[in-house]
């Protein structure tokens, strides 16, 4: 995957993603799918290494804990988009918002933390402008990670299937 941590770096990312990762409401994001087979779980995960690793390697100097939590809870919406006919059509206009909601009734939220959740989709959502530089790496992170895992993942696994 692209942005390895080293182990140093992924165990502080660890240590701020406790008590969010790991909570019941956050493990709900196992049961959706976000893009081809890769949960909403694990592409919140993706997002927040990338996030952590692009702070690091472009000295952004962002606050780590907003980052991770942000970055981490930035798709906490809690539906399968996939099957949700009044909201599907819309998912990507309406979910930050939903996401934000969600995170913001579970955890405590900075308004930095509240921003970097509402204002990842950003350009699709023009109105939600990331104010930080906290929410413009997460919003750069959530487009790299959906890019690789509806391109080059599902590209992968055709090729494995190919093999086969």
Known sequence: ????LTPEEEVRMHI?????ADDPNALEMQKFIQHGSVTTYEHCLRVTCIAFWLNIHLHARADEASLVKGAFLHDFYLY???NCSNITHWHGFKHARIARYNAETVFKLTDKEKDIIQSHMWPLTPTDIPHSREAALVCIADKMSSGYETVLERKAQRK????R
Do not use: R, S, T, V
Not at 16 to 20: E, F, N, P, T
């Open 160 to 163: 494995e299937k190919q093999e």
């Open 1 to 4: 995957m692209l942005c390895k």
């Open 16 to 20: 701020l993603l406790k008590g969010i």
């Open 80 to 82: 399968d988009w996939h």
